[in-house]
């Protein structure tokens, strides 16, 4: 099998690169983005026509945390909705009949019913913070249920959690929650700094899924079989979500990578910076019913995260 993987050396890219390596059966097509910007309409039919791939999977997006999502709206829109128009829309033109879209938790409703069902997505308004990404991400499902709907593929999605791991980006501003206290902590601790400020109340509530527990999800949803995968009921809800059904506040996660990094300060909450969603957790009933669940427990996670960051970023 010949596969693209778009996106290998983003963190759930890379995670899947190495299981992928590790089974060594397929045959994995990979492009940086130096190689070939998917946002680019030619480029990526040229890709596709040259490389004719058997199946796909979109792992390639604009990421980034909650001040990143407030402060470039336009790139995560604009980049992602073209990203996934091109490559879904150029696998399908170019006769792949599977392919696997990676999305986000964050298309689901602000207000929605915790923990969060698959067919709670379109059912309200979304968080502002990052409602531009999670249009694009909305996008991407629909995009894959029309071609699935107009022209019998077979394109799946899964909607993952906040992800984190080795790989991840741990910049300061940009990051997400985990990887960004991570380094606060390191540094503090490093320092024997006083205190520690973390933003928002600390008591929004945030699931946590460790990407390598996602790049396993993502093969097994690539290898289900069609007739165990489609909702009966539902033929065009060609997605599931993936996480581990359990969500801790963000001031009980500052506490953790406080013990993981060796900080002995004191935790300070920054009012001034947004809370986002306040509660983000999946409902995980529809993967367990087809047979995975999480494997890795959050606090041995973000040890071995961060033995990595220590050895590789720090
Ligand atoms: P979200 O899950 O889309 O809201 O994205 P984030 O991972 O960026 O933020 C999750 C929560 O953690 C929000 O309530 C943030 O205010 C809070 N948070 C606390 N400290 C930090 C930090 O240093 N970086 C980020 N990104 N979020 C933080």
């Known amino acids: ?4 993987l778009a996106g290998h050396s983003g963190m759930v890219g890379s995670a899947i690169a190495r299981q992928l390596s590790a089974r060594d059966v397929d045959e994995v097509l990979t492009r940086t983005h130096d190689q070939l910007d998917l946002t680019n309409q030619a ?4 890709f596709f026509a040259d490389e ?26 604009y980049d992602n909705l ?12 170019n006769g792949v009949t599977r392919l696997l879209n990676l999305g986000s938790s964050c298309i689901y409703p602000r207000d929605a019913a915790q923990p969060m069902r698959e067919d709670a997505l379109l059912t309200g308004p979304l968080e502002l913070t990052n ?27 899964v909607m993952p959690t906040n992800l984190y791991g080795p790989g991840d980006n741990f910049d300061p501003i940009k990051s997400h929650v985990l990887p960004g ?18 933003w928002g109340s600390g008591t929004p509530r945030r699931e946590f899924l460790h990407v390598d527990d996602m790049a396993a999800a993502s093969l097994h949803v690539l290898n289900l079989p069609k007739a165990n995968w489609d909702d009966a009921t539902d033929p065009r809800s060609a997605f599931l979500n993936v996480g581990t059904g359990h969500d801790i506040s963000i001031a009980e996660l500052a506490t953790m990578l406080a013990e993981v990094t060796g900080f002995e300060g004191r935790i300070a909450f920054d009012a001034r910076k947004p809370d986002g969603t306040p509660r983000k957790l ?28 220590q050895k590789n970023v720090a």
């Open 1 to 4: 099998m010949r596969i693209f």
């Open 43 to 46: 480029a990526t039919a040229t």
């Open 52 to 77: 004719s791939p058997d199946v796909v999977i979109l792992a390639a997006a604009r990421v980034g945390g909650i001040l990143a999502n407030n402060d470039f709206p336009a790139d995560f829109i």
């Open 82 to 93: 073209m990203i996934e128009a091109n490559v879904i829309h150029q696998a399908f033109a």
């Open 131 to 157: 409602e531009p990404y999670a249009i694009a991400k909305i996008a991407a499902i629909k995009l894959c249920e029309s071609y699935n709907r107009q022209y019998g593929v077979d394109y799946r999605s």
């Open 181 to 198: 206290l991570m380094q606060r902590f390191h540094y503090a601790a490093q320092a024997d700094a006083e205190v520690v400020e973390v």
């Open 282 to 309: 999946l409902n995980v009933s529809r993967l367990a019913e087809l047979g995975w669940t999480s494997k890795i427990g959050l606090r041995e996670g973000i040890a071995q995260t961060y033995d990595w960051y």
